[in-house]
């Protein structure tokens, strides 16, 4: 079965600073797909960034990365400028497997200091 | 109009109690998820379906049904609450493809006394 593991149950970050939260999981597949998603106190789950494990480039959106390794079986959410609304639990989940579940890592609550 | 709609929001309920969380969407997606969310552990998936006709438990079924009453309409129940089931509960839709993203409702936040 795969697991996702994010080390990090707390991270903080001052506004406009860069922040890197980490993943890591553990698959024995060749094709599956990483996502991050965030949970802000409003609860909501919000996806902020998608990765192919077959495509080595990796993922952006506007202020967010990712650095994926998939040899190391690693991938890390990067947020550059660092904005007091990205205060929320981050979600790292891997999709993959014939039923396409996602399994999500434990989140990473970060806080963004003014 | 939210795509994936929760009903309800918030309940509070007494143990043994019958419960049904209902999810309905807009978004045409075949695949319908309940997960459950509790503190420090995640999200965890309790059952889902690929169309009307298809139904699977997640990782964590026990004391839980669910019905898929149309391609647009999910629901769960907890025959008999237990406390031990107090937590955050998600619906996820998703189009076909092991690439689709879920997209979730708002979830409804139950608690069991």
């Known amino acids: 079965a795969q697991t996702v593991t994010q080390s990090q149950p707390e991270m903080s970050v001052q506004e406009a600073e860069t922040v890197t939260l980490s993943c890591t999981y553990d698959?024995?597949?060749?094709?599956?797909?990483l996502f991050w998603y965030k949970q802000p106190p409003s609860r909501q789950m919000i996806l902020v960034i998608r990765?192919?494990?077959?495509?080595?480039q990796n993922a952006t959106e506007n202020r967010f990365s990712v650095n994926f390794q998939k040899a190391a079986k690693s991938f890390s959410l990067k947020i550059s400028d660092s904005q007091l609304g990205d205060a929320a639990m981050y979600f790292c989940?891997?999709?993959?497997?014939?039923?396409?579940?996602?399994?999500f890592g434990k989140g990473t609550l970060l806080t963004v200091n003014p | 109009d939210a795509d994936v709609t929760q009903t309800p929001r918030n309940r509070i309920t007494k143990t043994g109690k019958r419960i049904m969380l209902e999810c309905s969407q807009t978004?045409?997606?075949?695949?319908m998820y309940w997960y459950r969310q509790d503190p420090g552990l995640g999200l965890r998936l309790i059952y889902y379906?690929?169309?009307?006709?298809?139904?699977n438990k997640g990782e964590i079924s026990d004391g839980y049904s669910v019905s898929r009453q149309a391609q647009a309409k999910f629901s769960l129940s907890l025959e008999s609450a237990i406390p031990n089931q107090t937590a955050l509960y998600f619906c996820?839709?998703?189009?076909?493809?092991?690439?689709?993203?879920?997209?979730f409702g708002d979830g409804t936040r139950l608690s069991i006394l």
């Open positions: 996820a839709t998703s189009e076909g493809g092991k690439k689709m993203p879920q997209h």
């Open positions: 698959t024995s597949e060749s094709d599956y797909y």
């Open positions: 990765q192919e494990a077959y495509k080595q």
């Open positions: 989940a891997y999709q993959g497997g014939s039923n396409y579940k996602l399994t």
């Open positions: 978004k045409g997606h075949d695949r």
């Open positions: 379906s690929f169309d009307v006709k298809d139904i």
